[in-house]
């Protein structure tokens, strides 16, 4: 899937999107899931490819209207920056909600903006998807300017689900 948002594209792999979509609360008692989403910066170009992802592990914390990832996500994800020869890092987050149609909640929203100051990446877009039970959205955040806003909203057919 790509988004084109003017002066660059964010290419998300498809493989990722499965990989959220069979993370979804399909049942009653299903918890939040979520992780980072990994990426590269293509060379000559400002655009962004999503290729991997970090699943729940171990750790993290999640009831059914609540995820917050561990700190071991940063290992992983700092093995993928090695592995790669420096080119995948942090691109954002990802998690899901219980609803068929996601809905960005004030505590999503605040998470994100501490991200934004927080995070150690060399990108100054951050890429934020909530994963519904039959959409699924993905927002924007502008590091310089401390803004986001939303930029898809999809449905799983969209992309093959293997």
Same mark, same amino acid.
């Given at each position: 899937?790509?988004?084109?948002?003017?002066?660059?594209?964010?290419?998300?792999?498809?493989?990722?999107?499965?990989?959220?979509?069979?993370?979804?609360?399909?049942?009653?008692?299903?918890?939040?899931?979520?992780?980072?989403?990994?990426?590269?910066?293509?060379?000559?170009?400002?655009?962004?490819?999503?290729?991997?992802?970090?699943?729940?592990?171990?750790?993290?914390?999640?009831?059914?209207?609540?995820?917050?990832? !561990?700190?071991?996500?940063?290992? @992983? #994800?700092?093995?993928?920056?090695?592995?790669?020869?420096?080119? &995948?890092?942090?691109? %954002?987050?990802?998690?899901?909600?219980?609803?068929?149609?996601?809905?960005?909640?004030?505590?999503?929203?605040?998470?994100?903006?501490?991200?934004?100051?927080? !995070?150690?990446?060399?990108?100054? @877009? #951050?890429?934020?998807?909530?994963?519904?039970?039959?959409?699924? &959205?993905?927002?924007? %955040?502008?590091?310089?300017?401390?803004?986001?806003?939303?930029?898809?909203?999809?449905?799983?057919?969209?992309?093959?689900?293997?």
């Amino acid at each position: 899937m790509i988004i084109d948002i003017g002066n660059r594209k964010i290419k998300i792999n498809n493989n990722i999107l499965v990989e959220i979509y069979h993370s979804r609360q399909l049942n009653q008692r299903d918890c939040e899931a979520g992780g980072m989403l990994i990426g590269s910066i293509i060379r000559d170009s400002n655009d962004i490819i999503i290729e991997d992802l970090t699943m729940p592990i171990k750790g993290d914390i999640n009831s059914r209207t609540r995820y917050v990832r !561990s700190e071991k996500h940063n290992k @992983l #994800l700092e093995q993928k920056w090695i592995d790669s020869q420096y080119t &995948k890092m942090y691109f %954002g987050e990802w998690h899901t909600h219980p609803q068929d149609i996601p809905f960005v909640s004030l505590q999503d929203i605040r998470n994100w903006m501490n991200l934004m100051k927080e !995070s150690k990446t060399e990108t100054n @877009l #951050l890429v934020f998807l909530i994963a519904g039970n039959t959409v699924y &959205k993905v927002w924007i %955040g502008n590091r310089i300017k401390k803004s986001i806003h939303q930029i898809y909203e999809g449905d799983y057919s969209d992309f093959t689900i293997s």
